[in-house]
T-cell receptor
Framework: SQQGEEDPQALSIQEGENATMNCSYK?????LQWYRQNSGRGLVHLIL?????REKHSGRLRVTLDTSKKSSSLLITASRAADTASYFC????????????FGKGTRLSVIA | DAGVIQSPRHEVTEMGQEVTLRCKPI?????LFWYRQTMMRGLELLIY????????DSGMPEDRFSAKMPNASFSTLKIQPSEPRDSAVYFC??????????FGDGTRLSIL
């Protein structure tokens, strides 16, 4: 069964705008990860946030985690056409010893 | 680092034929995962190996599916006999333990 559920399913923005994607999950986690998938390619790991962390940055990416609401958000600032891709969240359960469970992703289109 | 290598990239075959998908994980990684991706069901974990040993194959849809990992540098996913509903993109990913996963670019399988 799907653990992470991304919202929205699709998002279209203009280049230069910020893009925010949300992820909700159901059970206690050890960490939450965000991945990107370009068309016709495999997933690429972007960032990992642990359950005891609230916010993490990597370049133009900002991830937040609210364990009380069982939700996370991925913010991409100053978006570029090259950011066009599908974005997935994935969780590792509390034990830390189980494989990732992926959501169905958010399809982001950045229009130049 | 050559990344995870999957072959073939595309496979088109007729229903009832045997299909073998291949994966070479990143050297030094001790966990290997097989996923299937479809529009309807998203990314599903089929099976994963740790130190060449199958740990959880509960995601394998039917007995027609089998996976092997004879050594640390090679794994196969076999479907016999294949059916049209097996059409999907199949991904292999590897990691060290449950660290972030590295994905191959997938095999796009079409069963006619």
């Amino acid at each position: 069964s799907q653990q992470g559920e991304e919202d929205p399913q699709a998002l279209s923005i203009q280049e230069g705008e910020n893009a925010t994607m949300n992820c909700s999950y159901k059970t206690s986690i050890n960490n939450l990860q965000w991945y990107r998938q370009n068309s016709g390619r495999g997933l690429v790991h972007l960032i990992l946030i642990r359950s005891n962390e609230r916010e993490k940055h990597s370049g133009r990416l900002r991830v937040t985690l609210d364990t009380s609401k069982k939700s996370s958000s991925l913010l991409i600032t100053a978006s570029r056409a090259a950011d066009t891709a599908s974005y997935f969240c994935a969780t590792v359960d509390f034990s830390g010893n189980t494989p990732l469970v992926f959501g169905k992703g958010t399809r982001l289109s950045v229009i130049a | 680092d050559a990344g995870v290598i999957q072959s073939p990239r595309h496979e088109v075959t007729e229903m009832g034929q045997e299909v073998t998908l291949r994966c070479k994980p990143i050297s030094g990684h001790n966990s290997l995962f097989w996923y299937r991706q479809t529009m309807m069901r998203g990314l599903e974990l089929l099976i994963y190996f740790n130190n060449n040993v199958p740990i959880d194959d509960s995601g394998m849809p039917e007995d027609r599916f089998s996976a092997k990992m004879p050594n640390a540098s090679f794994s196969t996913l076999k479907i016999q006999p294949s059916e049209p509903r097996d059409s999907a993109v199949y991904f292999c990913a590897s990691s060290f333990g449950f660290q972030p996963q590295h994905f191959g670019d997938g095999t796009r399988l079409s069963i006619l």
